[in-house]
């Protein structure tokens, strides 16, 4: 019964934790529905505690690991004089990591990540057709903009670009989908791709392109060692970092131009899919900002939680460089043992195993890659697929 209720907790959360976003889609004021499952999978591990299961001893240390870092950050901010719902505001999306013994006690075998990587591959295809249908819907004025507008914003999850398309927390389930399909899938899965490569791009995020460029430069230098496939992976980087702006700017041009049925627009703006100099220059603030504020001291465990930057009191927009900055060296240690946690399992894997393998050692290094850029290692989006992702490898990489 126990195990029963233990596996259909972990699919709901799963499917709420692809298709959920940052959490805030179904709430009831401040509680949200991955709250409670949330509590529910922290009951439900206690009950396998004391009915006599395991966890795993990795996943012991790690979550030994992980507290010491939660442990010196909330004393830094505590003594630094930091707020006290500051510091839980910095604090309350990582216990999310407190999930690990759960995952490990409901991935049991080489069937339950199969299942996974299914579940992750038709909720990314379920969300790209409704964000397909969405946009074909404002661009037939099926829909209008503003109703859906009215509509979306409230939530806190979207972000809009002009009246042409728009970005949802959770469309990085769109990149790892689309991994998990490439990889894992072996028949039917190019007109798969085509669809989930098609939203990846209308969502006009630098960000999402960039990340999933960076994991198949990983996938064929290291892992197939296809160099010249590699130097293509190189390329399209090169190009998103240097010439995505242009492109963009290209783009918003055009969709003026058409939108206003003049071939010199006198009042355009290159600004329709988002500005990126603004979003550029606020990400050069924060770390200008940082920089300014270290010291010796910060330097090694930080400022503390709870402690922001000018422009940035709570979260900033770059995972590392608040980890930095809050927890100094040791944040980032934490974080590099994780990622190495999840390499060792990975190189323990049989070749049997290595295509399911792949899948989530490059979805996990997909969350890595996009903090680059966006706050996903330490939320709850992009945490979950670490989490899964150190299960699932771990679980791969016995002995059956």
């Given at each position: ?40 999978a922290i009951i439900i591990t206690g009950l396998h505690l004391l009915k006599g299961n395991k966890v795993n001893t990795k996943h ?284 060792a399992s990975y190189k323990n894997l049989s070749p049997l195993k290595s295509d399911l393998g792949d899948a989530y050692l490059l ?38």
């Open positions: 019964m126990l195990d029963k209720l233990t596996r259909w907790l972990f699919i709901i959360i799963l499917i709420e934790l692809v298709l959920g976003g940052g959490g805030r889609l179904i709430a009831v004021g401040p509680i949200s529905l991955r709250m409670v499952l949330f509590l529910l012991v240390y790690l979550l030994f690991v992980f507290t010491g870092m939660l442990a010196i950050g909330t004393t830094v901010g505590l003594i630094t004089g930091a707020d006290k719902k500051l510091i839980w505001e910095d604090m309350k999306p990582l216990m999310f990591f407190y999930l690990l013994p759960f995952f490990g006690l409901a991935i049991k075998n080489e069937n339950d990540t199969a299942e996974i990587s299914k579940i992750i591959s038709v909720s990314g295809l379920v969300m790209a057709f409704a964000f397909l249908f969405v946009l074909l819907a404002l661009f037939t004025n099926a829909i209008k903009f503003i109703d859906f507008y009215n509509l979306a914003d409230p939530f806190g999850e979207f972000f809009f670009r002009g009246e042409y398309s728009f970005f949802y927390k959770g469309f990085i389930y769109l990149c790892i989908g689309f991994l998990f399909v490439h990889l894992s899938y072996k028949k039917n899965r190019w007109w798969l791709l085509i669809v989930l490569l098609t939203a990846i791009i209308l969502t006009f995020t630098r960000g999402l392109i960039l990340a999933i460029s960076l994991c198949y430069v990983v996938y064929y230098l290291f892992i197939k060692r296809f160099y010249v496939r590699t130097i293509i992976a190189c390329l399209a980087c090169g190009l998103i970092l240097f010439y995505a702006k242009t492109i963009y700017v290209t783009i918003s041009e055009k969709l003026y131009v058409s939108n206003s049925n003049t071939s010199t627009p006198s009042n355009y703006s290159d600004k329709l899919l988002g500005d990126r100099e603004y979003s550029d220059n606020v990400r050069i603030l924060q770390i200008k900002e940082v920089a300014f504020a270290t010291t010796i001291s910060s330097f090694v465990w930080g400022h503390g939680f709870g402690n922001g930057v000018a422009s940035r009191p709570v979260h900033m927009e770059i995972s590392y460089l608040e980890i930095f900055h809050k927890q100094g060296a040791i944040g980032i240690a934490c974080w590099a043992i994780i990622l190495l946690a999840l390499i979805a996990a290094l997909f969350v890595f890659f996009q903090s680059l850029t966006n706050q996903y290692i330490n939320n709850p989006i992009g945490l979950g697929m670490i989490l899964l992702s150190l299960v699932s490898l771990d679980v791969l990489s016995k002995k059956q």
